[in-house]
């Protein structure tokens, strides 16, 4: 392995996840306009929805994947701001009355209700426009031709061949009954093209070749499907209190879930093997891989 290549794997995962989730905050804080600054209420609103809280699992992927090509943390702050800014924004989004009307997300007050529904729409058309202006300032060391390939890679990820996508089938099909490939073909958009996002914009901060990009991908696909079907399996078994957001909310709104369709066992199954089948595309990679290895593993074993 060369120097410059090299993980530093004798930082243990969770010395290293929180030195990423701390550099991530201080980035977003950074990124967004300060308090105070008219409009003010908005840009309230703007740090009450993106600030001191979430797992930051979009941004700690993309520094794991920038991490398996040599990229220095600081070259991975903007890709890893620009994916949680358009995450942030379909968080306020989907909580609206319109769409999960939902009063808790990340333990506190959901910015609509914190503010109002109007000020909640805005804030999510913000913090969408503003992650395109972090990802379009200039990132040193990187060719302008990549930051426009990255560029594209984020707006196809988040809109109507993407996450918004994934939202509109997502909404359509509530009360229906879906299989489990179009369970899937949902999730992919929904949930999975910001989180392949993740991964493909840290590793185009690096000199990724296209085989490399393309095994990337493959493991994305898989831990896109495995946050989701973990994410169903959560939904029916921890508290809402855990959960910092309202638990049980996908029955109780009829929704499809993995854990509906397949029942509890086999959609713990069916994360058993994505976990594996995301460890393997992960294997010829070999160490350098360590921490998108650990953070397949978190996936799994979060709480909430
Ligand atoms: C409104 C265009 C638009 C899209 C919304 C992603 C999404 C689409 C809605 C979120 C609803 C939801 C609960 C999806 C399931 C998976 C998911 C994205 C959970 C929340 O992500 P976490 O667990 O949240 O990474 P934190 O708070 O940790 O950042």
Redesign the pocket.
Known sequence: MAADRQVDTLMNFQTWMAGIQQRTESALDAALPAPGLAPARLHEAMRYAVLG??????PLLCHAAGSIFGVEAGALDAPAVAV?LI????????D?PC??DDVL??GKPTCHVEFDEATALLV?DALQTQAFQVLANRIPGLAPARQIDMLQLLATA?GSRG??G??AI?LAAVGQQLDIAELEYM?IH??GA?IRAAVLLGAHCGEAMPDALDRLGRFANRIGLL??VV?DIL?AEASTATL??TAG?DAAQNKPTYVNILGLNEAKSMAGKLRQDAHDALAPFGDPAVRLHELTDFIVE?T?
């Open positions: 809280g979430g797992k930051r699992v979009r949680e995450h942030a924004y379909s968080l306020v989004h989907d609206l769409m999960d997300r990340r999510g988040s996450m918004a994934g939202q997502d999730h929904k949930t910001l946050f989701q994410d939904d910092g957001k909310k979060r909430f």
